[in-house]
């Protein structure tokens, strides 16, 4: 248990529908992450939030909509989706986007399916 | 470009010792993780390097050169729940984080 919590853990979707993964951490930190994680291939940054603003947008397609209402949730809108958006979601958090050492606590992911 | 080399897979022994290297090629150098990930789970923070040398906590240690870009996770008496994935990471000169793409390792009885 590392205090960030995802759901659903698992999702499948046609490519017509509307989805949104939830992100939630309990550890009072103030950046969130969210990252796609593809078999045998390195994380891909997509987001980052910093005390509720939008700090990087890592040149992701529209069809992915982040929503960040507060420090402690995060929010992935997922429509028109594409068979290659399947892949693990992870959402991460940390105390802030300023110390480059600091430790991310990692969810345990969303399994998303794209039929 | 930036770049991240770890074996993809490793095979060890319930007791023996193995070494994972990490080999990176970044824009500049500001740190390097080391996270473990079981299958289906969350990666979990295991260490921090910045400076050169060997860094121990308990069973795990890691090492830095930066010379040579180079780390290694170093891990000890080997157990069946260290069968994972272990994360190399490396921050940037622009403080972006730059992952390897993972090593699996399977521990055999």
């Known amino acids: 248990e590392t205090g960030v919590t995802q759901t659903p853990r698992h999702l499948v979707m046609g490519m017509t529908n509307k989805k949104s993964l939830k992100c939630e951490q309990h550890l009072g930190h103030n950046a969130m992450y969210w990252y796609k994680q593809s078999a045998k291939k390195p994380l891909e940054l997509m987001f980052v939030?910093?005390?509720?603003?939008?700090?990087e947008n890592n040149s992701v397609p529209s069809r992915f909509s982040p929503e960040c209402p507060n420090s402690s949730h995060l929010f992935l809108h997922l429509h028109t989706l594409q068979p290659e958006d399947s892949a693990l979601y992870l959402c991460a958090s940390s105390q802030d986007r300023g110390d480059p050492a600091e430790e991310q606590f990692f969810g345990p992911g969303t399994r998303l399916t794209v039929l | 470009g930036q770049n991240i080399d770890q074996p993809t897979e490793m095979t060890a022994t319930e007791g023996a010792i193995v070494q994972i290297n990490c080999t990176y090629q970044t824009s500049g150098f500001n740190g390097l993780f080391w996270y473990q990930q079981h299958a289906g789970e969350a990666p979990t923070f295991l260490s921090y390097?910045?400076l050169d040398g060997l860094e121990e906590k308990g069973r795990f240690s890691s090492f830095l050169s930066r010379s040579k870009g180079y780390s290694y996770l170093l891990l000890k008496e080997l157990q069946m729940k260290d069968s994972a994935s272990y994360l190399c990471a490396v921050i940037d000169s622009n403080y972006q984080l730059i992952w390897g793409a993972g090593t699996k390792l399977i521990i055999k009885p």
């Open positions: 939030y910093n005390f509720k603003e939008q700090t």
């Open positions: 390097n910045v």
